[in-house]
């Protein structure tokens, strides 16, 4: 069900692991052309446009492409106890979290008379994506919502797919979601069209954003690409994945239960252990082929831990396993070991470690208060996930005295004119003709 690297007495480079742990193939620049027309129907487009790709794509009529408050209010009224609760308990301990990434203003006194302030200033208007398709995604409402909401966002938009089992709307608990959260602009509409509605905008129907964020498919990883630059973007993100670092100690059904949890979200998932135990190999692949068969999406969590994306590495030594899941820089990285505490800190590239056997990744998909939109692909060697700093853009503002300024003049003048760049020398000396 799930093939076998052995890595033991080889030392390799960062790529020469990455090789033998290759992930699933996601051609985004192949996606890019396919959505071409996509992105220019829309750009050029009015509502009808947008009605007909959801006709298109998603089997549906909406009967319009904008949620109306009765439906979110709705969804909310009819929500069930049970789901509501979790979510608010999970809504509180997301915000607990992400409240403590506010940065605050700083004041530098570069010389007296001189200083530069760095404020942080939301953007304007964000168009936060909640994907449909497979599964439910109320959990991935709360982590894009959230953290704009703490970075004060004052314009904040969700699109996720019209469903054809709710009359062209989005799934009501996605609806639900928004409206617990106090969010009223809601679109249905997905994929490739939802991200141009965000970045172009459309007169009457939606106000163009400043930002996209939010997890989808490769239809909108290839859009998030197309159009960045128009809009900006948090990342482009691909198939899940989840690597575990474990050694003897693990209990192999929770190391099998783990893999399979992520493997639930496509066929395209990853799932690698990496462990110094064939004892323990041996053992989690006993407890897939039990464990597999009797969940639910069976089949598409087989074929995703039979494809060549996932794997079970044995190495020498928890060093060597450390060197390994360090380049990989998986999605979600757990670490179940005897010193599970102390080899989390050797980590360098992960989008979010998990540590011990209760912190496991499910945790972090909804209750355990940190994000769950993260790099994926190894984007975690260079990316971090959503964040309320993803909302935020640091500004410095700059004020000189004349004393501070005319101290400065030649230093300034000195280097414009080792750049070639007199003029930029002649603004600075240009105010010292009209010195009171």
């Known amino acids: 069900m799930i093939r076998t690297v052995d890595l033991r007495g080889r030392s390799l480079s960062k790529a020469q692991y990455n090789a033998e742990l290759p992930r699933a193939t996601l051609n985004v620049a192949e996606a890019m052309l396919l959505i071409e027309p996509i992105l220019e129907r829309v750009k050029n487009g009015t509502e009808a446009d947008l009605i007909a790709l959801a006709q298109e794509f998603d089997g549906v009529t909406p009967p319009s492409i904008r949620v109306p408050q009765s439906a979110l ?18 809504i509180s301990r997301i915000i607990k979290v992400h409240n403590d990434q506010l940065r605050s203003e700083k004041t530098t006194t570069v010389v007296d008379g001189g200083t530069v302030t760095e404020k942080w200033i939301p953007v304007d208007r964000v168009g936060l994506y909640v994907p449909g398709g497979r599964a439910v995604y109320p959990s991935s409402v709360m982590m894009n919502v959230i953290p704009a909401q703490i970075a004060k966002v004052q ?90 670092l474990a050694d003897s100690s693990a209990i192999a059904a929770d190391v099998a239960a783990d893999l399979i949890s992520q493997a639930e979200h496509d066929v395209i998932a990853a799932a690698v252990l990496v462990t ?29 831990l039979s ?9 020498d030594d928890m060093q060597q396993g450390l060197d390994v899941v360090n380049a990989y820089a998986a999605e979600h990285l757990e670490i179940q070991t005897r010193n ?8 360098r590239n992960a989008g979010a470690v998990f540590i011990g056997r209760f912190s496991p990744v499910s945790l972090g998909d909804y209750s355990a208060g940190s994000n769950h939109v993260l790099p ?22 700059i004020e000189y005295d004349q004393k501070a ?14 750049e070639d760049l007199p003029a930029h020398g002649e603004a600075m000396t240009a105010r010292l ?4």
């Open 73 to 90: 209010d709705a969804a909310l009224s009819q929500l069930d106890p049970a789901i509501r609760s979790a979510l608010e308990l999970s």
């Open 276 to 304: 110094d135990s064939p004892e323990l190999a041996l053992a989690v692949e006993a407890e897939l082929k039990v464990r597999v068969a009797a969940t639910k999406h069976a089949d598409r969590i087989k074929s995703a």
């Open 340 to 347: 599970s505490r102390s080899d989390a800190d050797k980590i």
């Open 155 to 244: 314009s904040i938009a969700v699109a996720s797919p019209p469903q054809k089992d709710f009359g062209g709307l989005p799934h009501p608990t996605i609806l639900a979601t928004c409206a617990l959260l106090g969010i009223t602009e809601v679109y249905a509409v997905g994929g490739a069209q939802a991200i141009a509605l965000f970045a172009y905008g459309m007169e009457g129907v939606c106000e163009k954003a400043d930002l996209v964020t939010g997890p989808g498919n490769i239809y909108v990883a290839a859009a998030k690409r197309a159009l960045r630059g128009i809009i900006g973007i948090d990342s482009e993100a691909g198939p899940t994945e989840i690597a575990v």
């Open 376 to 397: 994926t692909g190894g984007c975690a060697c260079h990316s971090s996930g959503l964040s309320v700093q993803t909302f935020l853009r640091g500004l410095h503002f």
């Open 307 to 315: 494809g060549v994306q996932s794997a079970i590495a044995l190495v």
């Open 433 to 436: 003709e009209n010195l009171k």
């Open 405 to 418: 300024f005319t101290e400065i003049v030649d230093t300034v003048v000195t280097l414009a004119n080792s």
